[in-house]
């Protein structure tokens, strides 16, 4: 019988099984982060005062000036690991794009709408908490004055759909990937993907409104 450790490679094929437990990992931790990064946000919506109050605690608990820093380098972390699977140059995208095409195959174009949101999200994500954190401390009328800008709105409403698509494919990608959604469970799954992604969009998108209608 042949042995594992007889097989060239399998040293690299446990690196990869680790990076890829690891780009999960953080994957999952971010999807956390934005769930709650949602809540919080649109707490705006019940009052502004909430929120300041929110941004407040994170604040007098040094969890907004050392959880902010943490949540960037573990979103560059997560991109880092899954850009060994995203093909840059333009042969290995002519190769992806046409199989999706070929394929017909939703989780084929899922993984393509995830590398072409991952792109916009690793920009336009890092220029929003580089300016947010760099701006301490996070008040309603210091956000909405952006909001009311016209390239910040324009900005957010591109950020916003691309991380909710991300969001909501990743977490049930990650389910796939994992066992947790089976073969039979498949179908429940995509519209529970489904109801995640216009949910997160509505509160955003109400909560943006907010943020441009606030005095
Ligand atoms: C480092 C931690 C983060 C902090 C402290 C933070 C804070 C904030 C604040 C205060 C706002 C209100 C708008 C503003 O002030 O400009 C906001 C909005 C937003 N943030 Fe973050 N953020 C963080 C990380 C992220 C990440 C990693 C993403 C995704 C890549 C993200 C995506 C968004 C989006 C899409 C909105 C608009 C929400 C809406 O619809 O109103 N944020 N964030």
Same mark, same amino acid.
């Given at each position: *019988?042949?042995?594992?450790?007889?097989?060239?490679?399998?040293?690299?094929?446990?690196t990869?099984?680790v990076?890829?437990?690891l780009?999960?990992?953080?994957? =999952?931790?971010?999807?956390?982060?934005?769930w709650?990064?949602?809540?919080?946000?649109?707490? /705006?919506?019940?009052s502004?005062?909430?929120?300041n109050?929110? @941004?407040?605690?994170?604040? !007098?608990?040094?969890?907004?000036q050392?959880?902010g820093?943490l949540?960037?380098l573990?979103?560059?972390?997560?991109f880092?690991l899954?850009a060994r699977?995203i093909p840059f140059?333009v042969?290995g995208?002519?190769?992806i794009?046409?199989?999706?095409? +070929?394929?017909?195959?939703?989780?084929t174009?899922?993984w /393509?709408?995830?590398a @072409?949101t @991952?792109?916009?999200?690793?920009?336009?994500g890092?220029i929003h908490?580089?300016v !947010?954190?760099?701006d301490?401390? #996070?008040?309603a009328a210091k956000s909405? =004055?952006r *909001?009311?800008?016209?390239?910040?709105?324009?900005?957010?409403?591109?950020?916003?759909p691309?991380?909710?698509?991300? !969001?909501? /494919?990743?977490?049930?990608?990650?389910g796939?990937k994992?066992?947790?959604?089976k073969a039979?469970?498949?179908?429940?799954?995509k519209?529970?993907?489904?109801w995640?992604?216009g949910?997160? +969009?509505?509160i955003g998108?109400?909560?943006l #409104?907010?943020?441009v209608?606030?005095?």
């Open positions: *019988m042949l042995k594992t450790s007889s097989i060239p490679h399998s040293g690299l094929s446990r990869d099984g990076l890829d437990w780009q999960m990992l953080t994957g =999952a931790g971010l999807v956390l982060f934005m709650c990064h949602m809540l919080l946000v649109s707490s /705006v919506v019940i502004p005062k909430l929120m109050a929110i @941004a407040y605690f994170f604040e !007098v608990t040094y969890m907004a050392l959880g820093p949540i960037f573990a979103f560059l972390f997560h880092a899954a699977k140059r042969e995208q002519k190769t794009w046409d199989h999706a095409k +070929m394929l017909h195959h939703r989780d174009w899922l /393509v709408v995830q @072409a @991952a792109m916009i999200i690793l920009i336009l890092a908490m580089w !947010v954190l760099n301490l401390p #996070i008040t909405a =004055a *909001m009311q800008q016209t390239w910040w709105f324009l900005f957010y409403m591109i950020l916003l691309c991380v909710e698509l991300h !969001v909501s /494919v990743g977490f049930y990608r990650i796939v994992w066992g947790v959604i039979e469970t498949r179908p429940k799954a519209k529970f993907e489904g995640m992604f949910i997160f +969009m509505t998108i109400i909560t #409104i907010r943020f209608t606030l005095g």
